[in-house]
């Protein structure tokens, strides 16, 4: 029965229920239940219970679970929480404790800690670290966000080509406890510390003993320098399906590793952040949606929404010089939220699929004249098919006269053209001229399409029924 | 200096501009150096460079250039080509080549393949297979697409529990030539093959080689069944940072292992699907842009693009009842398209910001309350600030009176709210009925919210300005 329990599989698991029970057993003051409840789990799973604690009972609850949890655990899970609850907990828990954490916590997550602490905490992390440690807590503290350096960690394996496979698994098996991955062991030259090779420890248990180090490494190296951008380092560690991958200063030398673990944050990271941009919501970065409070979002989302409604004083300003036309024949005005509509979505189809595309790196810009092309047809046949039933709909439906179906159509026709050309060149010209093209989508081409539509539409009335 | 090369970043280096001297090269039939340019780059440059010759020169250059490469590279390399370029190249080599491509090719890569084969190929291909083997095959042809099952390998490393640890390296060295992994071990139970633990190879590298694998192993072991969704276990992946997961079937018996690298590929996948629904292209499925032809593209755009173009016919029959109170006051049409875009984008914000949090598992159903509470506050002070700035501006720019100024500013301070409002239950509400909550995104809640505009608006102007 015991083995049939260990075997349940992650997707038929009601976590949620379980951590409804656990919160009730601390209502209920069980602390022992919950804590022989509580670390049945693994880091990560503990981490989240305690959120939801954090959630319904408090800040002060989490402390008083937190420390509960046996010291070795404790620490981990400490490196999953969010980091507003990392400070909170520094703030409750004793100095002693504080040491222990410091002292187990993986560099990289140190760092990520750090940066988020009040300058008298920073310094009661501090206390007690070494001069050479606190040079290099420094040095990781200065890289950018979101660059190669402020994902790297310094705790990786190096060898040197001169050893053999024994001493090489040796030195593993002395430094790897404090690695963040044994699985990619880093060759380095003895005098300049600068990246020679890389061998996989599947390299090292596959070879004999006495094999050599520089026999089996790999000298076509891939590694990114410490400036490279978060985004394009996920690239890579995708385009490569790697597990780890080596980063290097300015003069090539080694200075740390990043690891596949921290690119899943990154990509769902980026994802994020370009759906912020393509919906006009801007300032967000990493925080979470129910994390934010209400005044944060309305700035994230206020700019944009100015912005636009500006850009509609052009379209209301081409409604005023069309407004004789408009009264002389009202009808024209029923259709104008049609043809703007759907000159928005047709526009944002093209623009989303090409800053996709842009986006897993499948669309170059050199693909300009080709993607041009391609939508130019894409609008011709779709105008012409939903001109066709919209036609049909105007004269049998409504039982408008011809020319008001025609100019509707025609209007249509070229609004579905145009909305996909400028939908799917925008974001390109974006790009050659260094915006980010993710801002070219949604709510910006529905805008300038609907300025456009309108513009089409009674140019095109004015021409066909004369007014 | 040589060494100074190999340190090229593969950030700062330019594969483009090298691919193009590959293929100048290749026009110039200097095929010896061709071929030793190749050799340089790995499996995965090599794949798109051969996809660069395709789009350039053709498939049957394709074919005479595959051919030209080192018989083990051309197999790592087949492995990352296009699914249509494998087949064209099974189709162009000599039945002996496909035999060794075959013989080599991991397991989930052949079986990639194979779905994608004509049947007369497939029997090529399966002649030299035993039996067994193509029980194998079958099996795993037979699971879903998209399921843990279609994207598992049966190549794992299985380990006894009564096994010491140097018994498990030699073990480990034997059988993992052709293991998809290394680093994470399986143990099975002798007599069911059901999974009762796993061992990381870092655990057995810090052990001694007297320890048994039963006091190292990990008996709470996170598992999936082959059904599972290939979505769900990204999830898994990017929650607990592993770097395989095995996969069970019903009766808990191990059966395959999911590695990292294949994990990457879902992630895009699923998040480029997201974008492809939130823009109301349907049905495009992993096909990529430039791929698609343009009939694929117009089929792909037009039902949407149709069916909230017929919803305009419910907005158009609003603007009909209110045509007198319009042809009275023109220039209440002059503010319909700026009410409508706002209404949209405010709209879009919240439903993007909604979907992107409940795809993340930030957002849960049983948040419903509190993201309606966020936004209406959201929208009520969001909508606060632009109707202020807008009133300004109708009054001084535009030089309408108050009453009209009043009128728009006070439809769009209800038209933002509830846009908010409703863009953000609309996925919520979505989920709850086990509709993908992607659909309602842009296109859909801007259709609507337009709906809800203009009645609004010409309500709010029919009682304020008393016509």
Known sequence: MSEEK??????????????????????????????SAMIEYNAVDIAEILEEVNDHLGLDMVILIFRMLPKDLSVDVFAYLPEEEQVEIINGITQKEIDHIIEELAFDDMIDLLEELPANLVDKILMKTTREERRLINTFLNYPENSAGSL??????????????????????????????????????????????????????????????????????????????????SNIFKRYGLLALPVVDREGRLVGIITVDDIFEVIDEEATEDFQKMAGVTGAGDDEYLDMGVLKHVRTRLPWLFILMCSYMITGGIITSFENMLSSCISLVTYMPMLMGTGGNSGSQSSTLIIRGMATDEIDLKDIARVLWKEIRIGV?????????????????????????????????????????AGAMLPMI??????????????????????????????????????
């Open 381 to 421: 046949l779709v105008g012409i098919c939903l001109s066709i039933l919209n036609f049909l709909r105007i004269i049998y439906i409504d039982g408008e006269p011809p020319m008001v179906a025609l100019t509707v159509c025609g209007a249509m026709m070229i609004i579905v053209m145009l909305a996909k050309s």
């Open 152 to 233: 790297m960690t310094p705790d990786y394996i190096d060898l040197k080509k001169t050893m053999t496979v024994a001493e090489s698994l040796k030195h593993i098996k002395e430094a790897g406890v404090d690695s963040e991955t044994i699985y990619s062991c880093y060759v380095i030259d003895v005098v300049g510390r600068s990246l020679i090779g890389v061998v996989s420890l599947k390299a090292l248990i596959m070879a004999e003993p006495d094999d050599l180090v520089e026999d089996l490494m790999h000298t076509e190296v891939m590694s990114v320098s410490v400036l490279t951008d978060q985004e394009e380092v």
């Open 6 to 35: 260990e075997l349940e599989t992650l997707d038929t698991r009601d976590f949620d229920a379980e951590v409804e029970e656990i919160i009730e057993m601390i209502e209920e003051k069980k602390y022992g239940r919950v804590r």
């Open 430 to 467: 974006a790009k050659a001229v260094h915006i980010d093209p993710a801002l070219m989508a949604g709510p910006v081409v529905s805008s300038l399409t609907d300025m456009m539509s309108l513009g089409i539409y009674f140019l095109f009335a004015s021409m066909v029924l004369g007014i």
